[in-house]
């Protein structure tokens, strides 16, 4: 049995296998309607996310199974102080499949440890987010037609953004990609992933101003500052607007350049934006439930 | 020159950075255990200029090695019987170091699941770095003292 804790579970073999079903999904998608039939999916959600619990739902009820769970902490019974692990044993005689959220770091893979049925972390505080990876990656995959060899930037909260943290972490295995690091000095990238790039001699380089680097990017990925991630309000309220994605910024960018963001945005990418043919981020949506639809029948053994 | 009497079954920590003895002693547990413990703090040196010193007697495999390695693996730690040193004991940084620190993230799991064991995994043995099996979390040795 396996699980999805974080991008780093599947080789980039199993990675591709993995898109190849997903879009075949897309391209065929009444092959894959019943496939499920007589499955349950557990989403847990113990913080809100409409999107992702969502994006799992549709997935499951497109391949023709069906679905059980919460989406508040409030509604299960951890607001009662039961652990994950009980929770997921629970959900195990109850389901064939479990994606959680959760807000604390690690918590998806203390599911898994405890857990008979194959666990995917849907999210574990500013941790990791490995089904948005994988969307990320489908996405350029299909768009750009290849994971390699490209300059990838990413604004906003790097600090904290947990989609970030994880599609570096996926990126490194491609052969010749370079990282932008886009950020105000209080949302810097986390040490230890520096200390990662460095080690595997991956060029990088971290400025605060996005115009500076709009014309080299192949890639750029936007991000939310989000207020959760705060324990301060002032600091929320400083930093929330200091990167706006517009048109002006948009002019000095590649003409064959990609924006992405994990949605959803607030400000951070003017709606002006959204009718630029290489804005992506919408697309990204789509895609990422055609890989959640892929990675289900992966994990049932179904594919 | 204070004189600290020799110990006749058990051991004794050698080579402890001056003023650090305390804050081992109280990692390895030792106040917990019913037995003679000397500590020597500043004490001169050659190698080091000062120095502290551990002499505990008592069996030393009552004793997690791993904590002093992780702590600082330089300490030399003399095995005693019958008032003799009959063997030095090689300190190794262990792959994993479990229940003995915990980790400070305030975001981890083991914040809130009070069951859970606090586990660091080795992940940089050249630059002795651990961190939180379940965050990820980087563990600073150096946060004991």
């Known amino acids: 049995m396996r699980h999805l804790i974080t991008p780093l579970d599947f080789t980039t073999d199993e990675l591709e296998k993995l898109f190849d079903l997903a879009n075949d999904i897309e391209n065929n998608k009444s092959k894959y309607s019943k496939i499920c039939e007589g499955k349950i999916l557990a989403t847990c959600f113990y913080e809100p996310s409409t999107r992702t619990r969502l994006s799992f739902e549709s997935a499951m009820l497109q391949l023709g199974g069906q679905v059980l769970g919460f989406s508040d902490a409030g509604s299960s019974s951890a607001s009662k102080g039961e652990s994950v692990s009980d929770t997921i044993r629970m959900i195990s005689a109850y389901t064939d499949i479990c994606a959680m959220r959760h807000p604390k770091e690690g918590s998806a893979m203390v599911a898994s440890t405890a857990a008979s049925i194959p666990v995917i972390n849907a999210g574990d505080g500013g941790h990791q987010h490995p089904t948005q990876t994988l969307t990320d990656l489908l996405t350029i995959r299909s768009l750009k037609k290849r994971l390699n060899n490209f300059t990838i930037g990413l604004c906003g909260d790097l600090k904290f953004g947990r989609t970030v943290h994880s599609l570096i972490n996926a990126l490194v295995r491609y052969p010749d990609v370079k990282f932008v690091f886009i950020s105000p000095e209080e949302l810097r990238i986390p040490d230890y992933i520096i200390e990662m790039l460095k080690e595997k001699d991956i060029p990088f380089e971290e400025v605060i101003r996005l115009e500076d680097v709009m014309p080299k990017l192949d890639l750029l990925y936007m991000t939310r500052v989000q207020r959760e991630r705060f324990f301060n309000e002032q600091d929320y309220v400083r930093l929330k607007d200091f990167y706006i994605l517009d048109k002006a910024k948009m002019k000095l960018a590649k003409e064959d350049m990609l924006v992405l963001h994990p949605l959803p945005r607030v400000n951070e990418i003017s709606i002006e934006v959204d009718s630029d043919p290489r804005a992506a981020y919408f697309r990204q949506v789509k895609y990422g439930v055609y890989v959640r639809m892929a990675l289900i029948l992966t994990l049932l053994e179904l594919a | ?145």
């Open chain 2, 1 to 145: 020159m204070l004189n600290v009497g020799k110990i006749e079954e058990g051991f004794v920590l050698d080579h402890i950075p001056a003023g650090k003895s305390l804050a081992i002693y109280h990692h390895l547990q030792l106040d917990k255990l019913d037995c003679t413990v000397a500590i020597i703090k500043n004490a001169r040196s050659n190698k080091m200029g000062k120095k502290d010193l551990l002499k505990v007697e008592c069996d030393i495999n009552l004793i997690d090695m791993d904590v002093i390695a992780v702590i600082d693996h330089n300490i030399t730690v003399n095995v005693i019987k019958n008032g003799e040193i009959v063997s030095k004991k090689e300190l190794i940084l262990p792959k994993e170091i479990k229940n003995i620190f915990k980790c400070k993230n305030p975001r981890c799991i083991t914040s809130i699941e009070q069951e859970l064991p606090h586990i660091f995994v080795l992940s940089d043995g050249k630059k002795e770095v651990y961190r939180c099996k379940y965050c990820e979390e980087k563990f600073d040795t150096r946060s004991f003292f």
